[in-house]
T-cell receptor, first 115, second 112 residues
Framework: AQSVTQLGSHVSVSEGALVLLRCNYS??????LFWYVQYPNQGLQLLLK??????LVKGINGFEAEFKKSETSFHLTKPSAHMSDAAEYFC?????????????FGTGTSLTVIP | DGGITQSPKYLFRKEGQNVTLSCEQN?????MYWYRQDPGQGLRLIYY???????QKGDIAEGYSVSREKKESFPLTVTSAQKNPTAFYLC???????????FGSGTRLTVV
């Protein structure tokens, strides 16, 4: 079975600083990879996804992530944090076979942006 | 616009009551899911359904029930057997796996 590890349940950055949220997956076959963002009392919104095209994926709100097969990682970055980036971020992985339930979420990273 | 609608946004339940959370999608997605979210625990899968009239238990199905009579609808009932139902509940749907999940805006259930 797949698993997803998000290192750091809480990350704090200063406004304008680099945002780096870490995600590692366990799979011998490169899966589909996703990052979602959740604001308080709301559902999850897709930030970006990797589905085997370019390894550097650009998403909404200035975020991007790089798929590194050798490191089984899919870390999320943003060059300059804004106050509006404060939210919970979830990494997720999906098997390539369509079995109906193959979506695995990390436990989330709460991002705080310090003014 | 297509999407998933969850209702109500807030729900209060008395001890011993069953309550039903609604989830409707107009995305024509085959699969639908229910997740429970507690602080610091991420998302835990309750039930999922790949096709109409079929559904499977997830990791924490005890005390919950679902139905899938229509492709668009996947209601979740929280029964009195669920001893700690206070949580945020999220419904999602998907089609091919590379599309990811689309989520509803959630229902916050509180036991009073």
């Amino acid at each position: 079975a797949q698993s997803v590890t998000q290192l750091g349940s809480h990350v704090s950055v200063s406004e304008g600083a680099l945002v780096l949220l870490r995600c590692n997956y366990s799979s011998s076959v490169p899966p589909y990879l996703f990052w979602y963002v959740q604001y308080p009392n709301q559902g999850l919104q897709l930030l970006l996804k990797y589905t085997s095209a370019a390894t550097l994926v650009k998403g909404i709100n200035g975020f991007e992530a790089e798929f590194k097969k050798s490191e089984t990682s899919f870390h999320l970055t943003k060059p300059s944090a804004h106050m509006s980036d404060a939210a919970e971020y979830f990494c997720a992985v999906s098997d390539r076979g369509w079995t109906g339930n193959q979506f695995y979420f990390g436990t989330g990273t709460s991002l705080t942006v310090i003014p | 616009d297509g999407g998933i609608t969850q209702s109500p946004k807030y729900l209060f339940r008395k001890e011993g009551q069953n309550v039903t959370l609604s989830c409707e999608q107009n995305l024509n997605h085959d699969a639908m899911y229910w997740y429970r979210q507690d602080p610091g625990q991420g998302l835990r899968l309750i039930y999922y359904s790949q096709i109409v009239n079929d559904f499977q238990k997830g990791d924490i199905a005890e005390g919950y029930s679902v139905s899938r009579e229509k492709k668009e609808s996947f209601p979740l009932t929280v029964t009195s057997a669920q001893k700690n139902p206070t949580a945020f509940y999220l419904c999602a749907s998907s089609s091919p796996p590379n599309y990811g999940y689309t989520f509803g805006s959630g229902t916050r259930l509180t036991v009073v």
